[in-house]
C-alpha cells in the first residue's frame, strides 16, 4: 500500500519516539498502557431494584465510577451469577430480574462493600 504522502516534501520515513531510529528497525517493545483500578475493599456499590415499564424488575449497581473499574467485565460476572441477562448503561450495571441478593453476595465475595435498598 503506497504511502499518503508518498513523493511529496512530507514523505519521510516513520522513526520511533522512544530510541529515534526507522519504525522498520526499532526493536522497542510496544507501549503498555496502564489503567488505575481502584481495589474493591475502597469501593461501596450501591444495589436497588427498580420497576420498569410494563412491570419490570431491573436491578442497578450503581456507586462505581467507569474510570476505576471494568464494569463489562464486573456485569459478565454478575449476570453468570445471577443467571440474568444485562447491560452497563450510564456507567451503571442492569441486571434483568430481582437478584438484589445475588448480587449482593457476588460483590462482597469479590471485596466491594455494598449497601443495598428495595424499589
Known amino acids: 500500500m503506497p504511502r499518503l504522502f508518498a513523493g ?14 526507522l519504525e522498520s528497525e526499532c526493536s522497542c517493545p510496544p507501549p503498555v498502557l496502564e489503567v488505575k483500578r481502584i481495589p474493591p475493599e475502597q469501593q461501596t456499590a450501591r ?17 462505581l465510577k467507569p474510570e476505576d473499574n471494568d464494569l463489562s467485565e464486573l456485569a459478565t460476572r454478575l449476570k453468570n451469577a445471577c443467571g440474568a441477562g444485562g ?10 430480574g430481582d437478584h438484589l441478593q445475588a448480587a449482593e453476595r457476588t460483590l462482597q465475595a469479590i471485596g466491594y462493600k455494598t449497601k443495598a435498598r428495595g424499589g
Open 87 to 96: 447491560t452497563v448503561k450510564d456507567g451503571q450495571i442492569e441486571l434483568q
Open 8 to 21: 511529496t516534501p512530507w514523505d519521510r520515513p516513520l522513526t520511533c519516539d522512544r530510541c529515534g531510529r
Open 47 to 63: 444495589l436497588m431494584t427498580e420497576r420498569r415499564a410494563k412491570g419490570k424488575l431491573v436491578t442497578v449497581i450503581a456507586g
